[in-house]
């Protein structure tokens, strides 16, 4: 698979404070990268540069087999950036902010068959200030593809919306990558990366802390799955403590938790029903990215 973005030993300083400290990285091209951290770790920063806004202090970024800083004329032609702090006048018009981006650019995409993907031909005369969070953040997809880019940056894009409306945009982004398109999504929602990342960085005080698919960094903490249910106190659990790979199996009163490693959702759930036991509340409860990232940092994720 084709790299698309290449960067070493990025580091970026004001003065004596570092902001980015010897990061390293590649991406791929056609997959959802995720860069993860809590606010003021770098992720901003790292992107900014990459995408050729800031300098770096030191190291070397390759997009698309460009220099970010000596070619970004070039460059800006194949990317498509949706920054954390985006924003447009009050009173312009959806249909109208479409078409200002779309001459920025020599090949545009067409505003109307964006307008139509994206769920906007609706609001197509809307002022920007009357669109609700979620079509706000469509918008912002919509520009950020109307130069049809290799590859698009979208940074914090579901901060300050409501569950629904965030899972609505997952949606979105996947469909960005099913056309083709290269994504780099910066988030400090790890249940966002999780759901969406081929693979992801995390970042905490401006250095790569750890770098995978999110299914081998959950992995990587050989944390025990924990089966949980209610069974009453006069039947026994003879039938679970010897069951393969369970390690323990506790009780407190009705409740009881299983722990083990593998299938041990499957396992218990066979042996319960062999002796026509079917618990209304048998739930499994894993290891996630955000037990990745308290491992990894000693501290929860800050907002």
């Known amino acids: 698979m084709d790299t698309v973005i290449e960067v070493e030993h990025l580091r970026k300083t004001y003065g004596s404070t570092v902001a980015v400290e010897d990061i390293s990285f590649t991406v791929r091209a056609g997959e959802i990268f995720g860069i993860v951290g809590p606010n003021g770790a770098g992720k901003t920063t790292t992107i900014e540069c990459i995408v050729g806004l800031r300098k770096p202090t030191a190291g070397v970024i390759r997009v698309l ?15 498509g950036v949706q920054l954390q702090q985006a924003a447009l006048p009050d ?3 959806v249909w109208e902010a479409l078409d200002l981006f779309a001459s920025f650019y020599d090949q545009p995409a067409d505003p109307a068959a964006l307008l139509e993907q994206w769920g906007l031909e609706e609001k197509r005369n809307t002022a920007f200030t009357n669109l609700s969070g979620g079509q706000k953040q469509r918008l912002f997809i919509a520009l950020s593809l109307i130069n049809n880019p290799d590859v ?5 894009l579901t901060t300050g919306l409501d569950p629904q409306a965030r899972r609505a945009t997952w949606e979105l982004i996947s469909d960005i990558r099913r056309r083709g398109t290269t994504v780099i999504l910066v988030t400090h929602f790890m249940e966002e990366a999780e759901r969406l990342c081929d693979r992801l960085a995390i970042i905490d005080h401006g250095r790569l802390i750890a770098l995978d698919t999110p299914q081998q960094l959950i992995a990587g903490l050989h944390q025990e799955t924990c089966v949980r249910f209610t069974l009453p106190k006069e039947i026994s659990l003879d039938i679970l403590e010897k ?3 369970v390690n323990r199996v506790l009780r407190q009163g009705d409740e009881v938790a299983v722990y083990g490693s593998g299938p041990v959702m499957a ?9 026509d036991i079917v618990p209304a509340d048998l739930r499994s409860q894993q290891a996630t990215l955000e037990d990745v990232f308290l491992k990894l940092t000693g501290h929860a994720m800050r907002e």
Do not use: C, T, Y
């Open 65 to 79: 087999g460009m220099d970010p800083q000596r070619q970004s004329k070039e460059l800006r032609q194949r990317l």
């Open 91 to 93: 009173r312009i018009k």
């Open 243 to 245: 069951l393969p790979h």
């Open 267 to 275: 396992h218990v759930a066979g042996a319960l029903a062999s002796h």
């Open 152 to 156: 698009v940056f979208l940074d914090e």
